[in-house]
């Protein structure tokens, strides 16, 4: 569990980096394959997060607005 919370918690750090990730450019990024990464998406969904998706050939993932990631800082 810890490793898929961790790799969660990269994705979504991912999402904020850029406007819009292919479906492959995050799968390599994150070292998982492309089935893996929609079930991440749908995790960070129930979750409530906004994430977004295009279809087709052109189209790739993208974090709602308004909506960021809090760095936590340990004390």
Request: aromatic share 4%; charged share 25%.
């Amino acid at each position: 569990m810890l490793e898929t919370s961790a790799r969660l918690l990269r994705l979504l750090s991912l999402l904020q980096k850029r406007r819009d990730w292919t479906g492959p450019e995050l799968a390599e990024r994150l070292g998982i394959s492309t089935r893996t990464l929609r079930t991440d998406i749908e995790r960070l969904r129930t979750l409530g997060y906004p994430v977004h998706a295009q279809p087709g050939v052109a189209g790739g993932y993208r974090l709602g607005c308004g909506c960021r990631v809090a760095a936590v800082v340990a004390g």
